[in-house]
Structures are given as structure tokens and as C-alpha cells.
């Protein structure tokens, strides 16, 4: 039955349609067409709980090893970098979130990396270093058929409307430019969503964080995963014992995609692999 606050369901005229029948199928298709979705990380409310509690004690190690002072002035302040080496196993197993790594190869063709993992805190009253519009990859202006990269922001904390939720401009992953003001104004969407959540984007679709107006900072674990041919922003394999990881788990974390010193190296790779 057609109601007025619903879309029809019925249609006349359609050859061709879109199969999506379970819900990560739905975000494939939301996330190709508009540039992000909402996926449910599928963790305990236990889970989600310890994954908060070691965020903020690997952030006060993390300001403990690099000082206030350093961070402020690289304007890292509101930042931890590559978490999954800081002594936390929580944050190895969220980059590799059996979710996500689905969603991952239904997004990117083929093989993909883990670029980055990076703790946010978006204080409260006032601006932060991710509340500018932005693309994950910053400065690009293209577009592509295909994700080259992907981003997955935890939720540590709910995201609401008052704590500064991310913004999103749907489906600006299909042009190349910054669209005017007038239209940024008209069509950026808040997306709330619960603790234990991933908002996940297409890393060409701007975004922002929103202005947190509460009394709490709001935490987020970000990651972004691309196809092996860019590096990673620090070297995750330099910094990590590989020996305990499955081989998927090197593979995402980019142990098969060291560049080689010198030709024998590679001649080598080569051969061990046939
Ligand atoms: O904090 C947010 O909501 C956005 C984070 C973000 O834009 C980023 O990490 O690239």
C-alpha cells in the first residue's frame, strides 16, 4: 500500500533495476550512489565500551610520548595517529572488522590496504582540524568509475546533531570540483549514528566535522583503505610484528606491498610468489 509519507513501492517502465536484498548489498549500492552509509560494526555494547575505554588510554599515552606542546603546535592536537601501533590490540582487530572487510571487497576491486587509522576528538565548543570540508584524499579533483579508497569512521561516541555529527555532500564523489557555497548550503546532510557504528564513505565525498556544542568531546576512529598503489601514511609493517598475522590480515595491513630496494628484491618477490 502506497502511503503518503513513504515512497511508492510500485513502478512502470523499468528494465533494468538494482538487486539489493540484504543490508550490506544496500550499502554497496547507497555508498556507490551517494557516497556513504551507516553500517553497524556488529560489537556488544561490552565491546563497544572497552573499544572507548582504550581509545582514551592510548590517547593520553599518545600525548604522554609526543607532549601537548608538539601536538598543539603540528596542529595534532586532536589526533592520534596510526592507533593500531600503539600498543592496542582493540584497534588491529577494529581495522580488520570482519563487516567491514565484506563491504571492503564488494567496494574495491581487488586488493586493498589499510592507509590509515587514526584516532579524532572533536572537542567540545570549539572548531578542530577535521571541521573543514575536506576529501580523504585531499587536493585530488577527479573522479572515478570505482572506489580507489574508502574511509571507515568509528563511532566511540553516539553522533548526534548537537556533538557535531559529520556532514556529508551526497554523491560529490561524481565531480571532480568543490561545489559553490549556495549549494553546500542546500544539500550537505549531518549523519547521526550510534556508538559501535562505521559511517562509511567514499573517500572522494566530502565531508566535515560538524561543530560539537555539548560539554563532551565526540571520538571517532577513522580509517582509510585504498587500492595498494598509494603508501601508506606511516609504515603500519615497519611498526608491527607480522609474524603473529594471518595472511589476510598482513595482506590488508600492507606487508605484501613494501617496495622493493633493488631489482633483485623484486626479481625475488616474484619468484617466491609462482
Ligand atoms: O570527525 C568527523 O566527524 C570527521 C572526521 C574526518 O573528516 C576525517 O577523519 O577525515
Same mark, same amino acid.
Given at each position: 500500500?502506497?502511503? /503518503?509519507?513513504?515512497?511508492?513501492?510500485?513502478?512502470?517502465? %523499468?528494465?533494468?533495476?538494482?538487486?539489493?536484498?540484504?543490508?550490506?548489498?544496500?550499502?554497496?549500492?547507497?555508498? =556507490?550512489?551517494?557516497?556513504?552509509?551507516?553500517?553497524?560494526? !556488529?560489537?556488544?555494547?561490552?565491546?563497544?565500551?572497552? %573499544? #572507548?575505554?582504550? +581509545?582514551?588510554?592510548?590517547?593520553?599515552?599518545?600525548?604522554?610520548? $609526543? !607532549?601537548?606542546?608538539?601536538?598543539? =603546535?603540528? !596542529? /595534532?592536537?586532536?589526533?592520534?595517529?596510526?592507533?593500531?601501533?600503539?600498543?592496542?590490540?582493540?584497534?588491529?582487530?577494529?581495522?580488520?572488522?570482519?563487516?567491514?572487510?565484506?563491504?571492503?571487497?564488494?567496494?574495491?576491486?581487488?586488493?586493498?590496504?589499510?592507509?590509515?587509522?587514526? !584516532?579524532?576528538?572533536?572537542?567540545?565548543?570549539? @572548531?578542530?582540524?577535521?571541521?573543514?570540508?575536506? =576529501?580523504?584524499?585531499?587536493?585530488?579533483? +577527479? %573522479?572515478?568509475?570505482?572506489?580507489?579508497?574508502?574511509? #571507515?569512521?568509528?563511532?566511540?561516541?553516539?553522533?548526534?546533531?548537537? *556533538?557535531?555529527?559529520?556532514?556529508?555532500?551526497?554523491?560529490? $564523489?561524481?565531480?571532480? &570540483?568543490?561545489?559553490?557555497?549556495?549549494?553546500?548550503?542546500?544539500?550537505?546532510?549531518?549523519?547521526? &549514528?550510534? #556508538? @559501535?557504528?562505521?559511517?562509511?564513505?567514499?573517500?572522494?565525498?566530502?565531508? #566535515?566535522? @560538524?561543530?560539537?556544542?555539548?560539554?563532551?568531546?565526540?571520538? &571517532?576512529?577513522?580509517?582509510?583503505?585504498?587500492?595498494?598503489?598509494?603508501?601508506?601514511?606511516?609504515?603500519?609493517?615497519? *611498526?608491527?610484528?607480522?609474524?603473529?598475522?594471518?595472511?589476510?590480515?598482513?595482506?590488508?595491513?600492507?606487508?605484501?606491498?613494501?617496495?622493493?630496494?633493488?631489482?633483485?628484491?623484486?626479481? @625475488?618477490?616474484?619468484?617466491? =610468489?609462482?
Amino acid at each position: 500500500m502506497t502511503t /503518503e509519507r513513504q515512497p511508492p513501492t510500485a513502478s512502470y517502465g %523499468v528494465l533494468d533495476r538494482t538487486a539489493a536484498s540484504t543490508s550490506e548489498a544496500e550499502a554497496v549500492e547507497q555508498i =556507490r550512489e551517494l557516497g556513504y552509509a551507516v553500517v553497524d560494526a !556488529g560489537y556488544s555494547p561490552d565491546d563497544i565500551a572497552r %573499544v #572507548a575505554q582504550e +581509545f582514551d588510554r592510548v590517547r593520553a599515552a599518545y600525548v604522554g610520548i $609526543h !607532549g601537548e606542546a608538539l601536538l598543539k =603546535r603540528a !596542529g /595534532e592536537f586532536d589526533t592520534i595517529r596510526a592507533m593500531l601501533i600503539q600498543g592496542s590490540e582493540i584497534f588491529v582487530d577494529l581495522a580488520l572488522n570482519s563487516t567491514l572487510m565484506s563491504l571492503l571487497k564488494r567496494l574495491i576491486g581487488g586488493k586493498f590496504i589499510l592507509n590509515q587509522q587514526n !584516532g579524532i576528538v572533536n572537542p567540545p565548543q570549539q @572548531g578542530y582540524s577535521q571541521s573543514a570540508w575536506h =576529501r580523504d584524499l585531499p587536493y585530488q579533483h +577527479f %573522479v572515478t568509475t570505482t572506489p580507489l579508497a574508502i574511509n #571507515a569512521l568509528y563511532c566511540i561516541d553516539d553522533f548526534t546533531v548537537d *556533538n557535531g555529527a559529520t556532514f556529508v555532500l551526497p554523491a560529490s $564523489h561524481k565531480s571532480a &570540483a568543490f561545489p559553490s557555497s549556495a549549494y553546500v548550503s542546500r544539500n550537505a546532510v549531518q549523519v547521526a &549514528a550510534k #556508538a @559501535g557504528s562505521f559511517i562509511v564513505l567514499d573517500c572522494m565525498m566530502f565531508h #566535515a566535522g @560538524g561543530f560539537n556544542t555539548t560539554s563532551v568531546p565526540r571520538r &571517532a576512529v577513522n580509517h582509510m583503505f585504498n587500492i595498494p598503489y598509494f603508501k601508506q601514511q606511516i609504515n603500519i609493517p615497519l *611498526n608491527m610484528d607480522g609474524e603473529r598475522l594471518s595472511p589476510e590480515a598482513r595482506d590488508v595491513l600492507g606487508f605484501n606491498y613494501i617496495e622493493p630496494r633493488a631489482v633483485a628484491d623484486y626479481l @625475488g618477490q616474484r619468484a617466491a =610468489r609462482k
